[in-house]
């Protein structure tokens, strides 16, 4: 794998952009109290001037009428097809399609992070993430195995770019459900750590509705910094932030920076609210995810980025695993 490091964001714009992403070698700080957003009320007027698009690569400009990430079935001309929307409890087999707008199966797509598409599935409640890597047969059909261990509500994303001339990068999201008696779980608790197989992972900065602010996150072992991280899909850090209640998606990675401890992005969030972020991270030969929350603008809230310690101790036991 090239480690080099390229700049990409899954950036999106009803209101605002959530951002882009950058690696950098400081220190990280504690969590600062938010400034109240400077664009109105709710602070819904995204800038002008940000990358968007919903995918990985080069992203083009946002447009006012563009939804955020991950809550458009079919955007572009494309469709995701979901053909196993009802899986059992446990592990099992998904297979899905990307259609073009004559209802064919795409086969082609552009390579972007080592992969040609990137399928991830989270539960309605934020508490199950799972980072996929499917494999695509000739067809079009493509086919993962996922371990979903409770009924209810989940949505997947599929991110890619089709390989077709002027195709720009696509994040499209799908509902599906796991049949059986189910209660959604509470989030996490807001702190500014969170522990999974030993690791502690620290997360500073702030999120803010309509402006830039960057998230900066510090990995350490037995109290030790890691200075040796390992690239994972071309980068030392992969986030994916999922907004609580539509799921709205953000997916970046850093640019510059590592081979660690400290892995930097900058984010805006769309809006207020809260959100859960997933940082997956690599070192020796395994890769682990550090989930979050952050409340992001709510009048009163710190939007300290945070997690659970006690539920992300075991990476198995918290949900958050990779195909």
Do not use: C
């Not at 002027?166 to 049949?179: Q, R």
């Amino acid at each position: 794998m090239n480690t080099g490091v390229k700049i990409t964001a899954f950036a999106a714009a009803l209101a605002a952009t959530f951002g882009t992403a950058y690696g950098v070698g400081k220190g990280v700080g504690p969590l600062e109290e938010p400034k109240r957003a400077e664009h109105g009320e709710h602070a819904e007027a995204a800038p002008k001037e940000q990358s968007a698009g919903d995918g990985h690569g080069d992203h083009g400009k946002a447009s006012a009428a563009e939804l955020p990430g991950g809550l458009q079935v079919s955007e572009g001309g494309y469709t995701l097809d979901l053909e196993t929307p009802t899986p059992p409890v446990g592990r099992s087999t998904l297979k899905f399609s990307v259609q073009d707008a004559a209802g064919k199966k795409v086969t082609a797509f552009t390579t972007e992070h080592g992969k040609e598409l990137h399928f991830i599935v989270a539960s309605r409640d934020l508490t199950v993430f799972r980072h996929l890597h499917p494999e695509k047969a000739p067809d079009g059909t493509w086919t993962v195995e996922a371990d979903l261990p409770e009924a209810g509500g989940y949505k997947a994303f599929a991110d890619f770019r089709p390989a077709a001339k002027g195709a720009k990068p696509l994040t499209l999201g799908v509902d599906l459900a796991v049949p059986g008696a189910s209660a959604p779980k509470p989030l996490p608790a807001v702190a500014p750590t969170a522990t999974v197989d030993g690791y502690q992972v620290r997360l500073g900065g702030t999120l803010d509705p309509g402006k830039a602010g960057e998230l900066r996150l510090t990995v350490t072992k037995g109290g030790k910094p890691v200075t040796d991280l390992e690239p994972y899909l071309g980068a030392y850090g992969h986030l994916v932030a999922l907004r609580q209640g539509d799921l709205a998606y953000l997916h970046v990675h850093p640019n510059e920076g590592g081979p660690g401890p400290d892995v930097s992005f900058t984010a805006t969030a769309p809006s207020p609210g809260t959100y859960r972020l997933f940082l997956d991270f690599q070192h020796e030969g395994k890769v682990r995810t550090a989930a979050f929350t952050v409340k992001a603008g709510a009048t009163g809230a710190t939007p300290a980025p945070s997690a659970d310690a006690s539920e992300t101790a075991d990476h198995d036991a918290a949900g958050h695993t990779h195909g």
